[in-house]
């Protein structure tokens, strides 16, 4: 069922102009607003350009299980057969894999990590649950791109989610160089929705998440915000972690490189934000695309019982270069 009364009004038939958002950034507010890791410095940052960049956050060596993992399940015929699995459309091989911490403690745990869990409470402001979580895999010289697009954008018309109050997180299990395709951000874009053409159609996801068709925003709106905050392509080693907000906007090219590129996402949603009816599609999204059935908050204390009266030390964002276009 359609909804009515849009808040963000998206999958249109008409033009509409991009519009300020209304929600706050940083939902932690006043004095809640340093109950938390991050300091003011990349609190500010993260309000202004809607991303946090931590180069080196983990060390390599502690990615090696999880691409290890990885690779395993490429080679699980059944689980390639289900809907959790995404093949590239050009070349069949694994594109995505959703409900990743579903399918693996070790990934499950990582959602945990307390120093994560601490960032993304603070600038949600509530207690937070996975409302998707995937890898994104770019094979050497094959890898495909994905288009420029607002996460929050599908997330609101296709899954109903109410506002913007969710943060991504993600880890990079393999370097990321400026050859094999890494993720690009419009710094400043997530302070303007930008409403896209074409209606939704039925059961969008199982073509969409291959090569995104519809929402999609127009050329000329992406090009006065990229001339307005640039275009930013943070780059390092595997273990480094991006936190962005939701509504960035983003995309990535195609992996020109011998170099595979594996991404984890874990993507959390404040508990005060669960999931409605989807305000313009025809029906829900599965339960690995969008959680409805489990949105209990997540506690560290279950993997990490030695922090449990313990605060996290704060941590500082590095920069990122900023590239104009």
Not at 50 to 70: D, I, S, T
Not at 101 to 129: A, C, K
Not at 228 to 252: D, V, W
Not at 307 to 323: K, M, T
């Amino acid at each position: 069922m359609i909804h009515k009364t849009v808040p963000f009004p998206s999958r249109l038939k008409q033009p509409i102009s991009p519009f300020l958002r209304t929600d706050p950034v940083v939902h932690a507010r006043n004095q809640h607003r340093w109950e938390g890791p991050l300091d003011e410095v990349s609190l500010s940052r993260y309000e202004r350009d809607g991303f946090l960049w931590f180069e080196g956050f983990f060390n390599q060596e502690r990615m090696l299980p999880f691409f290890e993992e990885l690779k395993e399940m490429a080679n699980d015929e059944k689980l390639n057969k289900s809907g959790r699995v995404i093949h590239d459309p050009n070349t069949g091989e694994i594109r995505s894999v959703f409900g990743m911490h579903e399918l693996s403690e070790n990934f499950s745990r990582l959602t945990r990590d307390p120093r994560i869990l601490g960032m993304v409470r603070q600038l949600l402001g509530s207690e937070v649950y996975i409302h998707q979580s995937r890898i994104n895999d770019k094979y050497g010289f094959e890898g495909s791109g994905f288009d420029w697009h607002s996460d929050f954008e599908t997330w609101h018309a296709e899954d109903g989610m109410p506002r913007m109050r969710a943060v991504s997180a993600s880890l990079m299990l393999t370097d990321n160089n400026e050859f094999n395709g890494p993720l690009m951000l419009i710094p400043g874009s997530h302070h303007y929705f930008v409403p896209c053409l074409g209606e939704t159609p039925d059961l969008n996801w199982r073509e969409s998440l291959k090569a995104q068709q519809v929402g999609v925003p127009d050329r000329d709106s992406l090009a006065k915000l990229a001339e307005r905050g640039g275009i930013e392509a943070p780059k390092g080693p595997a273990g480094s972690l991006l936190l962005f907000e939701c509504n960035t906007l983003h995309a990535s090219n195609t992996n020109m490189s011998p170099w595979p590129r594996s991404n984890l996402f874990f993507v959390y949603n404040s508990v005060e934000n669960t999931l409605g009816e989807p305000y313009s599609a025809k029906r829900e999204r599965p339960e690995h695309l969008a959680a409805r059935e489990n949105c209990s908050p997540l506690s560290m204390h279950d993997d990490f019982p030695e922090l449990a009266n313990q605060g996290v030390p704060p941590l500082q964002s590095r920069r990122v270069s900023r590239a104009k276009i």
